[in-house]
C-alpha cells in the first residue's frame, strides 16, 4: 500500500447486491480411507452446497446489476464510466423512487426465500444471506421515517454532495466525459428543486433544522455560484473552474475548449444558478420559520420513535435503549478520566484534569503555525505515522489492503461543510486511491498530540483498512463489499486507535494523551447525543459537558454538538462498536488464550463487510470454535 500526502483545496453505497458466483472447488484430500458410498455421499453433498451457492449468488448478482443500471451515481462511485447516457445523469431522488426501492428489496427477499436453501449454503453464502436480510429490514424500518431526517444541514445535504461528487468522482479523460459533465450541469437544477421541495414540504410539518445550520447552508450554497459566470469577479466558480481544469489535460483544439467551455457556463447559468438561488430563499424562509429554535429529535413529530429509530440504525442493535447508551457513557468517561490522570503524573504536570485540558488547548507547542508551512508539516507528519505503522501491520493482520491511500488537506470549495477529519474510498478498479482527509483551515483546531490517533483512525488500519479490504473481497456479494454501517465502520476505527496501542505505538506520552481525548470523545458523545435527542440538553449544556469531559477545543465542541443536533444517534455508533470488537477479542483471548492469534481474529472481523453488530458476534463466536476444535 502506498501512502501519499496531498495539500489541496462522502458517500457510501449500500446496494443489495452480489458478485460473480463463486468458483466450483474440489474435494478437499482426505488421508483416511473411507468407503466408496460415504466418498460418493459427501461428495454429492458438497456439489449440491456449492450449486446452491452459486445459485444464490447469480441471484445477488443479477440483482446488483439491476440496482446499479438504476443508479448513475452508483456507477460513478464505483468507477463504471462506460454507459455514457449513464454518467450525464443523476438518480432518481423522488419519494416515489424510494418507495419503489423498498418495495423491490421486500420483493426480493420474500424470492430469495421461498426460491432457496439456506442449509444448503456454504456457511459464507449463509453470512451473506443474513446480511442480506439485516440489510433489507433496516432499510424498511429506516423507511418509516423517511420524513422526519434532514435534508439540508450545515455538515451535508446535495448542496455541497452534489458538487463533490462532480469535482471528486466524475473524471474527465475524454471529450465524451465532458459532455456528461455538462449533461449533469443541466441536470442538477431540477435534482436540486426536487430535495428543496421536500425540504419545503418536511418544514410544514415541523420538520426544520436548528437555528445555527441556516447561515451556512446559506452561505454554502451563495459560494457555489460565486464567481464566473455568475459574477464579473476574475475567479472561477467552484464547478467552471474544475470542469476548466479537467478539460485542460485533454489537449483540445482551442476551438473544442471554447465550445465545452461556452456550454458549461450556459449549463451553469440556467440550471445551477437559479436551482441554487431558489434553495437560498427557501433556506431564507425556513430559518424565519424556525425562529431561533434549536431542539433535538424529541422536538420532531413521533420524535421518541424517530430517535429510536436512529439508535437502532447507527448501533446495528435492536436492544439498546437510550438510557443504557447514556450510562454506559458516564461510566466509560469516568474510567478514561483516570487513565488520563496517570498521564498527568507521567509527565509531571501539577494540577487538576480541567487545568491540564487548558493547558494542552492552549499551550503553543501542540500546534503547528496557521501557515501552509504549517499545514505541510501536518500533512507530511501524518503519513510518516502511517507508513510506520504499516511497517509492523502484518505482525497483526492476515489480509493487508493492496488499495493506495492518500493524506489530503480538504479543498476550498468544502473546507467549510466538511468535518475536522474523515476517509473517502477509492474506486472499485484501484484507479482512485483512498484518502484521509483533514479539515486545515484552522491549525488551531488541529492540535498536534491527537495526530496520531487521528491518522490511525481515518486512515490506517481504520477506515482504510475496513474499506479497502471490504471492497477487495473475491467470490464476496457486492453488496457485502459495500453496505456501510456505522456501528461496525465507526466501531473498527475507533478500535483501530487502541490497537495502535497495543502495536507499540503512541510512544510519547502526549500521543498517548491525544488517543484517550478521542476515546473520551467518543465516550462523551454517548452521553451528550441522548443528552440532546432523549432528555432534551440545550445546545448549552450539551456544549458544557463536553469541555468539561474532554481536551478539545471550543471551537472543535461547538462544531461537534451542532452536528449531533443535525444527525441524532449517528455519533453513538463509534463507541458502541469499539467496546463490541474488544470484548469480542477479549472473549477469543480468554477462551484460546496461547492459541489465540492476531491475523486470524482481525480478518474475521474485516473479510465479511460491514456487517451488523449482533453478526459479527456470531462470526467471532464460530471462529473462536472452529480454532478451538484444530
Given amino acids: 500500500m502506498t501512502i501519499r500526502k496531498l495539500l489541496i483545496g462522502a458517500s457510501a453505497i449500500a446496494l443489495l447486491s452480489a458478485c460473480q458466483p463463486a468458483p466450483e472447488s474440489e474435494a478437499p ?36 446489476e439491476e440496482e446499479l443500471a438504476r443508479s448513475p451515481l452508483g456507477q460513478t462511485y464505483l468507477g463504471m464510466i462506460e454507459d455514457m447516457e449513464a454518467y450525464g445523469q443523476w438518480d432518481d431522488a423522488s419519494e416515489a423512487e424510494f418507495r419503489a426501492g423498498l418495495q423491490r428489496e421486500a420483493d426480493r427477499i420474500r424470492f430469495m426465500n421461498e426460491n432457496f436453501d439456506f442449509d444448503a449454503l456454504t456457511p459464507e453464502a449463509q453470512v451473506s444471506w443474513r446480511f442480506a436480510e439485516f440489510i433489507a429490514s433496516n432499510n424498511q424500518q429506516q423507511g418509516e421515517f423517511w420524513d422526519s431526517g434532514l435534508i439540508f444541514t450545515q455538515f451535508f445535504g446535495p448542496h455541497s454532495q452534489m458538487p463533490t461528487i462532480l469535482i471528486g468522482y466524475h473524471r474527465i479523460d475524454s471529450v465524451e466525459h465532458a459532455d456528461a459533465y ?46 464566473a459566470p455568475f459574477d464579473d469577479s476574475g475567479n472561477d466558480s467552484p464547478l467552471l473552474g474544475d470542469f476548466r481544469n479537467k478539460i485542460s489535460a485533454l489537449e483540445l483544439s482551442e476551438e473544442e475548449t471554447a465550445d465545452l467551455m461556452a456550454r458549461a457556463e450556459e449549463a451553469l447559468l440556467t440550471s445551477v444558478g437559479p436551482a441554487y438561488q431558489e434553495l437560498i430563499e427557501t433556506m431564507q424562509r425556513h430559518e424565519e420559520m424556525a425562529d431561533g429554535a434549536i431542539n433535538g429529535a424529541w422536538a420532531l413529530p413521533d420524535g421518541e420513535g424517530y430517535y429510536q429509530s436512529q439508535l437502532r440504525n447507527y448501533t446495528t442493535r435492536a436492544d439498546m435503549t437510550a438510557e443504557q447508551i447514556h450510562n454506559i457513557g458516564l461510566a466509560e468517561v469516568e474510567r478514561i478520566h483516570g487513565e488520563m490522570r496517570e498521564i498527568m503524573v507521567e509527565v509531571g504536570f501539577e494540577g487538576s484534569l480541567a487545568d491540564f485540558f487548558e493547558f494542552v488547548r492552549t499551550d503553543d507547542q501542540f500546534y503547528y503555525p496557521n501557515t501552509d508551512e504549517g ?44 468535518t475536522g477529519a474523515f476517509y473517502e474510498q477509492g474506486s472499485l478498479d484501484g484507479t482512485r486511491p483512498g484518502a484521509y482527509y483533514v479539515n486545515l483551515a484552522d491549525m488551531r483546531e488541529n492540535p498536534i498530540y491527537m495526530m496520531e490517533t487521528l491518522a490511525y483512525h481515518e486512515g490506517a488500519p481504520g477506515h482504510h483498512f475496513q474499506v479497502a479490504l471490504a471492497q477487495e473481497l473475491e467470490n ?60 432534551r440538553w440545550t445546545e448549552e449544556e450539551a456544549r458544557n459537558y463536553m469541555l468539561e469531559a474532554t481536551p478539545f477545543p471550543e471551537g472543535d465542541i461547538e462544531n461537534e454538538v451542532r452536528r449531533y443536533f443535525v444527525w441524532p444517534g449517528q455519533a453513538v455508533s463509534y463507541k458502541v462498536g469499539m467496546l463490541t470488537i474488544l470484548e469480542l477479542r477479549q472473549r477469543a483471548m480468554d477462551t484460546l488464550g496461547d492459541d489465540f492469534d492476531w491475523g486470524e481474529f482481525h480478518d474475521v472481523v474485516l473479510t465479511n463487510g460491514s456487517v451488523p453488530l449482533s453478526l459479527l458476534e456470531e462470526l467471532v463466536d464460530n471462529w473462536i470454535v472452529s480454532r478451538q476444535a484444530g
Avoid at 452446497?49 to 448478482?61: K, S
Avoid at 473520551?520 to 432528555?535: M, N, Q
Fill in 182 to 227: 455538462i449533461s449533469r450541469l443541466n441536470g442538477l437544477g431540477d435534482l436540486m428543486r426536487t430535495y428543496t421541495a421536500q425540504a419545503d414540504e418536511r418544514a410544514q410539518n415541523g420538520v426544520l433544522p436548528p437555528a445555527f445550520a441556516f447561515p451556512v447552508i446559506i452561505s454554502t450554497a451563495q459560494g457555489m455560484i460565486s464567481g
Fill in 375 to 418: 499545514r505541510e508539516q501536518y500533512l507530511t507528519r501524518s503519513a510518516e505515522m502511517i507508513e510506520g505503522l504499516m511497517e509492523v501491520a502484518p505482525d497483526y493482520f492476515g489480509q493487508m489492503p493492496r488499495g493506495e491511500l492518500d493524506v489530503r488537506a480538504v479543498e476550498q470549495y468544502r473546507i467549510e461543510t466538511a
Fill in 476 to 535: 464476496t456479494p457486492m453488496f457485502q463489499r459495500f453496505a456501510w454501517y456505522s456501528a461496525y465502520g465507526e466501531g473498527w476505527a475507533l478500535y483501530a486507535e487502541a490497537l495502535g496501542k497495543d502495536m507499540g505505538f503512541f510512544t510519547d506520552p502526549y500521543q498517548d494523551f491525544g488517543r484517550l481525548s478521542y476515546e473520551v470523545f467518543r465516550a462523551a458523545r454517548l452521553v451528550v447525543d441522548t443528552g440532546i435527542h432523549h432528555y
Fill in 29 to 64: 484430500a482426505n488421508d483416511l480411507a473411507v468407503s466408496e458410498n460415504t466418498e460418493t455421499t459427501a461428495t454429492a453433498a458438497a456439489e449440491t452446497e456449492q450449486t446452491e451457492t452459486e445459485r444464490l449468488y447469480a441471484y445477488f448478482q443479477q440483482t446488483f
